[in-house]
């Protein structure tokens, strides 16, 4: 390579590394894209590959652990559970690397980009079984849009230097072969209208099970709340799809699973609602004038509590056994549901009218409704209307596009009612035993507020309702 007019090298760094990598018997972390490993004295790397929807959620990217590199530290196989369903770890691949760091900028000092060239050598004992170079370019996030051309520019040198341009796979691939560049144990192809119903069914089920182990391991580190609130999503919606196409699924096994998934669902609630509340709560505090903060401090403090203490019973259902196997009989669902014959027709057939049951339901029940119902009767609104949104959501694939629009309206309907709920919870909970030791007109602001809250959700809710009404399908299929 010569070089490109513009840029300079702003520094060169020569890395080496030997790194010993361990995964399942049929490379589970590298098909999901991850790697656990041994670097030495840098201890335990633990990466979390994959992009936004293929790759473990919101959770850091690379995680670190001391430890010798007999065996992987049990924190690290913690986290990988919802990947390798608690199947064993042992040493499956050690590479030793050198790799040249360089970073360019411009003549102006913008940085521009990092490049790497690693050549890896891949070793069996003090045999050498292979060798292959990498050279990557990465471009820095937050520069000038403008200079695009010139790392196209150093891509060209590297392209005719004899590269070839292509996405690279994480060294696991590319030493281990094609049994580590397969598809993970669960995935969920995108579906057609001409697609049987026994497909659309499958790739229901695949991306429920899918969205829960990917957010396995945010569950179990609890930075991000809304790892526990995806999980929790996931179960929910794998039991609405279940019960959506039961017709068309075997009884047996359609309950069993419902039933499995029930205890699971439960857990992850009881933390949800917590972490909602206590979200809720905390924010309202922070609204009060700064004299009154303070008055409420016993009150947060209980909640947090009363939420690590579901927190601590959701990590013990994770770390069962009993876990391991229901996810083993997830992912088995998701690759061969047990359908009846019928599924074999068409999906755009057979699938969306299943939807019509629960949006009837929900229009009897809101009919039923007096001018002022009680919050109780609104809740049951809501949930009902989950029903009917997740169903409608199920079978838009397959289905007429005026079902997705449906399905949104709908959801408003489900979040507004999803708000009023939480308020009325809110209230009552201050209302309790919990929060001894708070100053009462603390405690009397925060209730006020709540109450607000709720006041506005059964002022709005009414023209939601409208809005999904008028969004009704005139057909679904």
């Known amino acids: 390579m010569t070089s490109i007019e513009g840029v300079a090298a702003a520094g060169t760094e020569v890395r080496t590394a030997t790194l010993t990598y361990f995964d399942t018997d049929d490379l589970r972390l590298a098909r999901w894209g991850c790697q656990l490993c041994h670097a030495g004295g840098d201890g335990w790397i633990l990466s979390f590959g994959g992009d936004d929807k293929t790759g473990p959620q919101h959770v850091d990217r690379e995680l670190r652990f001391a ?19 608690g199947a064993a770890l042992h040493r499956v691949l050690r590479t030793r690397s050198e790799s040249v760091h360089t ?28 060798r292959f170079r990498d050279i990557h370019i990465t471009a820095i996030r937050g520069g000038n849009h403008g200079q695009a ?66 957010h396995d391991a945010a569950v179990r580190v609890g930075q ?7 999980a929790r999503v996931a179960t929910r919606r794998l039991r609405s799809d279940l019960r959506t196409f039961r017709t068309l699924l075997d009884e047996e096994w359609t309950q ?24 809720r709560l905390t924010e309202a505090v922070a609204s009060l004038p700064e004299r009154d903060r303070a008055g409420a401090g016993p009150a947060i403090a209980a909640l947090t509590r009363s939420r690590d203490e579901a927190r601590s019973e959701l990590l013990h259902v994770l770390r069962s056994p009993a876990y391991t196997a229901l996810l083993d009989e997830l992912v088995a669902a998701a690759a061969d549901p047990k359908t009846t014959p019928e599924a074999a027709g068409n999906a755009a057939d057979l699938l969306p009218t299943l939807a019509v049951t629960p949006w009837r339901k929900l229009s009897k029940r809101v009919k039923s409704l007096g001018a002022n119902p009680p919050d109780a009767d609104l809740h ?29 309206a709908v959801a408003a309907l489900q979040d507004q009612l999803g708000d009023h709920h939480d308020a009325v919870v809110a209230e009552a909970w201050l209302h309790g035993p919990a929060v001894a030791g708070a100053d009462a007109f603390a405690l009397g602001e925060l209730v006020g507020l709540e109450r607000a809250r709720a006041a506005r959700g059964r002022a709005e809710w009414p023209r939601l309702w409208k809005a999904a009404k008028a969004a009704h399908p005139r057909r679904w299929a």
């Not at 430890?67 to 369903?85: F, K, Q, S």
Request: hydrophobic fraction near 45%; avoid cysteine; aromatic fraction near 2%.
């Open 67 to 85: 430890g010798t590199a007999a065996d992987p530290p049990d924190a690290a196989v913690d986290l990988v559970t919802g990947l390798t369903r």
């Open 103 to 130: 970073s360019l900028a411009t003549l102006d000092g913008d940085d521009l980009a990092d490049i790497v060239d690693e050549r890896v050598t891949v070793l069996e004992g003090r045999r050498i079984t292979s």
């Open 380 to 408: 049951q609104v809501r949930i009902l209307a989950k029903r009917a949104r997740y169903a409608a959501e199920a079978v838009a694939p397959v289905a007429r596009r005026a079902v997705a629009a449906f399905a949104r």
């Open 149 to 214: 051309h010139l790392i196209d520019a150093a891509l060209a040198l590297v392209r005719d230097a004899g590269a070839a341009i292509e996405d690279a796979a994480p060294t696991p691939g590319r030493a281990l072969g094609p049994a580590a560049l397969q598809e993970p144990d669960v995935y969920a192809p995108e579906i057609s209208r001409r697609a049987s119903a026994r497909d659309a069914i499958r790739s229901a089920i695949a991306g429920s099970v899918a969205r829960l182990i990917l």
């Open 256 to 279: 069993r699973l419902r039933d499995d998934l029930h205890g699971l669902a439960d857990q992850l609630g009881k933390v949800r609602d917590a972490d909602v509340l206590l979200d």
């Open 224 to 230: 991000d709340p809304e790892g526990v609130h995806q």
